[in-house]
T-cell receptor, first 115, second 114 residues
Framework: GENVEQHPSTLSVQEGDSAVIKCTYSDSASNYFPWYKQELGKRPQLIIDIRSNVGEKKDQRIAVTLNKTAKHFSLHITETQPEDSAVYFCAASPNSGGGADGLTFGKGTHLIIQP | GAVVSQHPSWVICKSGTSVKIECRSLDFQATTMFWYRQFPKQSLMLMATSNEGSKATYEQGVEKDKFLINHASLTLSTLTVTSAHPEDSSFYIC??????????FGSGTQLSVL
């Protein structure tokens, strides 16, 4: 089955700086890679996703890059703000259909934005 | 956007009782829903995949007779924790896949078994 590794487990950055979270996956058939943000006690929220036919996707301060050859993908947050503090989860879908069915999640990264 | 509603948000029960948790997709139909368990500061652990009109698929190590799943309609899946014990105390969260194959989560249920 799919195995998703996520690093770092905790990331502390100064407000205004950039944050990068990295994930690797094992199943070369995976082709859907979403990122979720979970604030304490709340539901995970989909913040951005990418499919394997695209190498990079950007949405305002958030971007995701994908390297299928190396089987890794990363989340980039620029100009970080206090409200970016949360736990971020990456995930990969092992199904060739490319949907959310059967997502495997990383262990999460606790992002702390220092004022 | 896609909204997934989950109830109750928290429940306290006595050991040996059963607890039912509901997961509803409010503005889309979901043939597939998922149930997870999440321990503090840990990732989402998939328990089972709920399929409308058929039996749920359970992950290895998850007792199907203890965690009963019923996906009776395209907008509702329920998880019943039968004969709950303190070790079942956890945060349970559901998710549903919309027509764009994106996954949206319910707000979770904090279960405390005394």
């Amino acid at each position: 089955g799919e195995n998703v590794e996520q690093h770092p487990s905790t990331l502390s950055v100064q407000e205004g700086d950039s944050a990068v979270i990295k994930c690797t996956y094992s199943d070369s058939a995976s082709n859907y890679f979403p990122w979720y943000k979970q604030e304490l006690g709340k539901r995970p929220q989909l913040i951005i996703d990418i499919r394997s036919n695209v190498g990079e996707k950007k949405d305002q301060r958030i971007a995701v890059t994908l390297n299928k050859t190396a089987k890794h993908f990363s989340l980039h947050i620029t100009e970080t703000q206090p409200e970016d503090s949360a736990v971020y989860f990456c995930a990969a879908s092992p199904n060739s259909g490319g949907g959310a069915d059967g997502l495997t999640f990383g262990k999460g990264t606790h992002l702390i934005i220092q004022p | 956007g896609a909204v997934v509603s989950q109830h109750p948000s928290w429940v306290i029960c006595k050991s040996g009782t059963s607890v039912k948790i509901e997961c509803r997709s409010l503005d889309f139909q979901a043939t597939t829903m998922f149930w997870y368990r999440q321990f503090p500061k840990q990732s989402l652990m998939l328990m089972a995949t709920s399929n409308e009109g058929s039996k749920a698929t359970y992950e290895q190590g998850v007792e199907k007779d203890k965690f009963l799943i019923n996906h009776a309609s395209l907008t509702l899946s329920t998880l019943t924790v039968t004969s709950a014990h303190p070790e079942d105390s956890s945060f349970y969260i559901c998710s549903a896949e919309n027509n764009d194959e994106k996954l949206f989560f319910g707000s979770g249920t904090q279960l405390s078994v005394l």
